[in-house]
């Protein structure tokens, strides 16, 4: 799987990680200049459905079994765990793929 260059990603986003009640990973994504053209809710929607669509090649290419959720009207993505055996395995999962995108 080819991994995003840090240092050639537009620093345009930063992400918020949280869980759900469940202990699912959460990735809100917040534009880094709020009245900037990228905080535009399209623009976050575009982003966050380019972050997902990464985020399930990934997954396959992991054989994981949780299900990535897009709710683009709150800039989040969140990583639904099948099993609760997964959770360590989504939370590096999400941090490596935050940390590849330059959004941690």
Do not use: C
């Not at 990228?38 to 982003?47: G, K, L």
């Not at 972050?51 to 990934?58: I, N, P, V, Y």
């Amino acid at each position: 799987m080819k991994k995003t260059n840090p240092a050639l990603t537009n620093r345009i986003y930063r992400a918020e990680l949280s869980h759900t009640p469940a202990g699912s990973p959460i990735a809100t994504i917040v534009p880094i200049n709020a009245k900037g053209p990228s905080a535009h809710h399209r623009q976050v929607a575009s982003f966050i459905y380019d972050l997902a669509s990464e985020m399930e090649k990934r997954s396959e290419a992991l054989g994981a079994h949780w299900v990535i959720s897009v709710e683009a009207w709150n800039a989040r993505v969140i990583v639904e765990l099948a099993s609760e055996t997964e959770a360590k395995a989504a939370n590096e999962f999400l941090a490596n793929l935050l940390s590849d995108r330059n959004l941690a």
